[in-house]
């Protein structure tokens, strides 16, 4: 027997590589509502798992329009739930409970794209509430595109539509999925590798490849409430049956006259309810009640029932979908909270988890669900519950404050019992009696030294609480905890116990009143004169040797062995370096530009030009420049575009140099670290470069509205990279040549060994600063930095070393060993 489409809501999957079966028999059935729609008939084929293949017979597109679009309940079932996951935002963390983190992580990209903006068409919010209702409506399941730039940062999550993507199994059934064909919007096929897609499903109990959805359940629910509800239209549109009919005998009346009694009875909403004449025939007069029967109103139970179906299929109550009418404020909180804690922490959990392969192990992505007013039901409970246990003197102000997530006062008043109706208290040991004016007589039966929380031994006697509380009673009342205070603010004077066997606490007052304010005996004047009379040792043959052959080694000249880099490596290094910043700039000035213009931007600007009369989108403020400008964005695609450039060339020097004084080919990690240094420094300079241009921007707007215009904005900003320009980016691309090869470099021989020295050399032109022409010559052994007006270089273009010292900077060392240098 074939399925209807809201019946089973399923269809099967036609095997991979196989031939296309012929098509099942179709069904037509007509909606009295209007339109035509065939249904889904049951194949039997299977996949290549031996399952069958339920979720490629799941048209989304029809169970949108036909149960998503025209059932209210699917409908409010479907928004209840996916509005929570677009509103509250998502947080990374580790640690804690499942209230709070311990350590949360501020910046991550999976954070900017889910709270902030996804891709170009959709913010974060948008993106959430989307997938939330494709994971509830297809069977398929969610297919989320992953790009990343290319330093391997994710820069935007796309959601494709389940049913233009198809899961390609892998044939030998090791990795489930061999790779994704989606088919774009103009017919072309992409393939899509598994590492870029986050294929998200509510898991079937035996189909890998397919999931469950809550409307496969409610398929008929959801067929009964529209065919219920379209009964009810028809109903009134088609019958519109009067309240009553009177019937007369009508032999003799013109014919005219009778037709024109029988169109009263015309169908229609407008004519219902009236009471109508007709004839009966010969003799006599009838009345007919044409009032609704139980029969013809069971429309209401159908739709009633439908609906509760509806609900418990989606796990939603009719309180949270706002009707909470016929309950009390206890029985919609109880809703409430059974919505979330059953149905919608599920459904975000397994929305989060789909993102936790971009995170470290240690790292957990969820939903901030901290301020969730429903989820504190349970906690209310707990708290009014542990109130009514310490009103009646059951636990302590500390036990209640555990209770109610609070840290413990720790004091003897709060590990107290208090016994109602008199608030008497019960201490928890020795101690806290003591300091609650319930101490027991001298001598009546403490052990010195006992643990004070130990179990009491048995009394005799009568041993109830009502019998303790009044031996408690009769005891003489001792100091207070406010007496105490109060002495001590009298500046009383401390009396030192007599006799033996004080505690430790009063042996060293004791000892502390005795004490003499004794000053430094003789130990610390010898000390002291000791450190007077120290003289500093005078340099000895020693030293003047080592002076001497420092000297020989600094002052020799250039050797001719080794290893050198030369001026092509920099001058070709940075004119990649340089191709690359000139398009980024370009770039850069075209979407600025384009911000500028975009309606989003002027938006409540005195930049709006209105379309119309009525247009009040205007204002009266400026721009946002910082936010035009983006000047992190373009900070960190400048180190993204740049580090491949430098790393390449890192490797390629640390190799070569390797080979020449170590004969290795093995490439140090700080030789490739040196390249992604100088790129962040690079990404930093585009950064302060955009932070001029904003200043610019930002001062260009104090002028008055009438005199400034949206162009001359654009015009400044054509102009500031007119000046920025060539100079610019030449200086930018020497610096980052010379800082990334010298860095490999000295890397490179630091590794190969300590019999490794290099001298500097400069180009000995017009161009040298006076500081490095002194370095010139100047030989050192690897690992020992170069002193320079105060400061310290490693090697040429250091980019920890002051900005003065290494901009402009086309130096570079010579590396030899020991015994090339002697």
Known sequence: MPRQLFPALRGLLVPRGAAEPPPPPTETKDLLAGGVYTSVTLAGVTNVWGTPGRADGWDLERVIVEGYERSIWTFKSIEAISKHASTLPVQIGRGGDEREFEEVLEDHPLLRLLNKQANPLET???????????????????????????????????????????????????????????????????????KYVIWLRDPHPTDPFCGVTPLEAAGLSVELDVSARTYNISFIANDGRPGGIVGIDLDGVDPKEVDRIQKRLAPGAHNAGQLTLVGTGPGGVTYVDTSARPRE??????????????????????????????????????????????????HLNLIASAFDPDLSDDWVIRFDTSRVQALEFPRRQAREEARKEFEAGLITIDEYREIANRKPFNTPQSRALWISPQKAPV?????????????PEPGAGAVPGADPNAALPPAEGDQSAAAA?????????????????????????????????????????AARAQTLDAGPGAAADDVAAARATVMQPEDGPAAEAVAAARAQLETKALPTDGFEVTDADFDALALAV?????????????????????????????FWEPENENDTRGGNANIDEDRV?????????TTNTLAPILQQAATTTARRLGQAIASTDTVPPAAVASALVTALYAGQAVAALLGDLAEELRSLQTIPDAELKLEDLERTVGRFYERAGIGW???????????????????????AGPGVVRTWVTRQDDRVRPAHKALHGKTLPVGTPYEIDGAQLRYPGDPFAPLALTINCRCRLHYATDEEVR
């Open 297 to 346: 109103m069971a429309y209401e139970t159908l739709s009633s029932t439908a609906k509760n179906e509806i609900l418990s299929a989606f796990g939603v109550y009719e309180s949270v979908i706002g009707n909470a009418s016929e309950r009390t404020f206890n029985n919609a909180d109880r809703e409430e909270w059974n919505f979330w804690s059953h149905t919608e922490l599920p």
């Open 578 to 606: 340089q191709a690359a910043l000139t398009a980024l700039l370009a770039r850069q000035q075209g979407v600025i530009v384009a911000r500028l213009r975009a309606p989003k931007t002027r938006k409540h600007t005195r």
């Open 729 to 751: 980016v030449e200086r930018i691309a020497e610096t980052c040549a010379v800082s990334t090869i010298n860095g490999a470099a000295d890397a490179a021989a630091e590794s």
């Open 629 to 637: 400008v983006s000047a992190a964005r373009w900070e960190e695609e």
């Open 124 to 194: 974060g919010d948008v993106f959430k509430k989307r997938l939330s209702a494709q994971l509830l409506l297809s069977k398929k399941g969610v297919f989320i595109e992953k790009t990343y730039s290319r330093g391997g940062v994710l820069t935007r999550l796309d959601l494709l539509p389940p049913d233009r993507v198809q899961i390609i199994p892998d044939d030998e059934n090791a990795s489930y999925v061999k790779h994704f064909e989606f088919t774009d919007y103009a017919g072309h096929i992409r393939e899509l590798k598994p």
């Open 427 to 439: 201490p928890a040991n020795d101690q806290d009696a003591a300091a609650l004016g319930l101490a």
């Open 469 to 509: 509380l009044a031996q408690a009673r009769e005891l003489e009342a001792g100091p207070t905890a406010a007496a105490d205070v109060a002495l001590a603010r009298r500046d009383a004077p401390l009396e030192l116990p007599t006799g033996t066997g004080g505690s430790a606490a009063d042996e060293v007052a």
